[in-house]
């Protein structure tokens, strides 16, 4: 377990509202935890290893909520459909390469470089249904010193052939497998549970599933209340349920006694936001895939205002990019325009909202984790802006914001996650 001291201007989010900035501090890391910030480093603490980043910036790692490694090997294409169309036409296909381990290797390995080297420090990763490429994957984020949860993903209808798992039975035993196989395996690549949403899982499907993530007590993700097509079916899906929420929650994947990521939530109504609040479920709000594949923008400060859980995520390949930044930007602007054009009634995010999003808000999902409070896991990244050049003197939080809207992975100067430095 590592102990050492990094000096430098600390950022991080306090809460929904405030995002601290202390210059020239030193953040401790005691047995890979934080154990504080100080304008003085204590006595107690001189005899740990220092690293003094000078003017360069500190701030917590960065959590995506919600992405696709498989996906990674098309973003950037194929962005004018909607939702349903975009799936068979882009991803299905691309999905089903993962069958073939060669594949798998060189694509997660371009996956695993790109997200060792971005500001994120932790990701909710969803795969493939090929059990051997999702145990590839795993292995490739260990290597990286990130801290993932990732899933084999479930589907068993409305699928194509060639990528559906062949029945309810199949889909168990692979699922089961590869969790029996992960078991106890790895230290900071978690397996969670992955059926892709309500209309690629049969309802025995679901409820075995359900049944399997009791047995292995493990956490859940899925989709929400995306696009309207999507919504529409599931309500022919599943009539019995009040919504599309209550769809999964009808099965038990739907949080109260686990933990449980729903990506979107675009289009969910009060009583939806309802059943999240009183099962705890995480919004994985994802701007830029809303945008390219037209869903629409999720009433972000809305969420907030109702107590919901919210996180960060890009949906790498609805989201074409890698990067927490640009999803930081991505939420702010999209949120502006759905302000402007659509409801007055729900507030634009600000820059300091956005960071708490990608650090506090997403972070909550892996426990004491996205800021530096003592005791809780130490994830930072050091940001160096020297080539974005400026000609008036600025702050440090004006900086920090440059580099969210300019920057990339250029600027990211070193990185630690759960108390390791990765580079
Ligand atoms: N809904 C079901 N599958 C997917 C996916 O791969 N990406 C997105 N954005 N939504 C989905
Ligand atoms: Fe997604």
Request: aromatic share 10%; hydrophobic share 40%; charged share 25%.
């Amino acid at each position: 377990m590592a102990s050492f001291v990094l000096k430098g201007h600390i950022c991080q989010s306090l809460d929904r509202n405030h995002l601290q900035v202390r210059e020239n501090h030193y953040l401790v890391c005691v047995e890979d935890r934080c154990a504080g910030v100080y304008p003085i480093l204590p006595a107690k603490y001189r005899s740990l290893p220092m690293t003094d980043f000078g003017d360069r910036l500190i701030i917590p790692g960065m959590t995506d909520l919600h992405l696709h490694a498989p996906q990674f090997s098309f973003r950037g294409l194929g962005m004018d459909m909607e939702l349903l169309d975009w799936l068979n036409t882009h991803t299905f296909p691309e999905e089903a390469k993962y069958q073939d381990r060669d594949y798998a290797e060189k694509a997660y390995s371009q996956f695993a470089n790109h997200l060792r080297r971005s500001e994120t420090t932790r990701a909710c990763v969803f795969a493939t249904v090929h059990v051997p490429a999702t145990e590839l994957l795993m292995e490739k984020l260990e290597q990286s010193g990130l801290v993932t949860y990732v899933g084999k993903v479930n589907m068993n209808r409305n699928s194509p052939l060639y990528l559906a798992e062949p029945s309810t039975v199949a889909s168990v035993r692979n699922t089961r497998q590869w969790l029996e196989d992960t078991a106890g395996k790895l230290t900071h690549t978690k397996p969670i549970l992955t059926p892709r949403f309500i209309p690629s899982c049969t309802d025995d499907l679901l409820y075995r599933l359900a049944d399997l993530r009791a047995e292995f007590d493990i956490p859940v993700q899925s989709h929400l209340s995306e696009n309207y097509s999507e919504i529409a079916w599931v309500k022919e899906l599943v009539p019995t349920a009040r919504n599309y929420g209550d769809a999964y929650r009808k099965f038990g994947l739907f949080g109260g006694d686990h933990k449980c990521i729903m990506a979107h939530c675009v289009h969910s109504d009060t009583l939806e936001m309802e059943y999240m609040r009183q099962n705890g479920v995480f919004i994985a709000h994802s701007p830029e895939s809303n945008m390219n594949i037209a869903s629409g923008v999720a009433p972000i400060s809305k969420f907030l205002d109702y107590g919901l859980k919210v996180g960060l995520a890009t949906d790498v390949a609805g989201g074409s990019h890698e990067s927490m930044f640009r999803a930081m930007t991505h939420a702010i602007q999209a949120s502006k325009l759905r302000w402007r054009l659509l409801d007055q009634s729900v507030a634009p995010l600000t820059f300091d909202t956005a960071f708490y999003l990608a650090t506090r808000g997403g972070g909550a999902f892996f426990g004491d984790v996205g800021a530096f409070e003592p005791g809780w896991e130490l994830d930072a990244v050091v940001l160096d802006d020297e080539n974005l050049d400026h000609p008036q003197p600025l702050t440090v939080k004006e900086r920090l914001e440059r580099i969210a809207y300019l920057g990339d992975e250029r600027n990211i100067h070193a990185k630690f996650a759960d108390g390791a430095r990765l580079f």
